[in-house]
């Protein structure tokens, strides 16, 4: 079956979607403390945030640096534990 032109411009759409959001890590580093603020808040994700949730799927690295910024904030907020 022949692909058509609709398809190949639902996959390009597709690829374009997904360029939209990816953002690299030094993006990521710079607003990764207001993703871990709300998420300790319990905020659902801002759609600005949406990136950053979506950067640290992919990346170890800052996934790393939010795990650590999630921790030091409980203990800011928990200093008796
Ligand atoms: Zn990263």
């Known amino acids: 079956m022949p692909v058509t032109g609709e398809e190949i411009q639902l996959i390009l759409n597709v ?4 360029q939209a ?6 993006v990521c ?4 403390g207001e993703f871990a603020e709300d998420r300790l808040a319990g905020k659902p994700i801002a759609e600005g945030l949406k ?3 979506q950067h640290l799927l992919i990346c170890p ?5 939010f ?3 999630c921790e ?6 928990n200093p008796e534990s």
Request: charged residues 40%; glycine residues 0%; aromatic residues 0%.
């Open 15 to 18: 690829i374009r979607d997904t």
């Open 21 to 26: 959001v990816e953002i690299d890590c030094d």
């Open 29 to 32: 580093l710079m607003q990764v």
């Open 51 to 53: 990136a950053i949730e």
């Open 61 to 65: 690295e800052c996934r790393e640096e």
């Open 67 to 69: 795990e650590a910024l």
């Open 72 to 77: 030091a904030m409980n203990a800011l907020e």
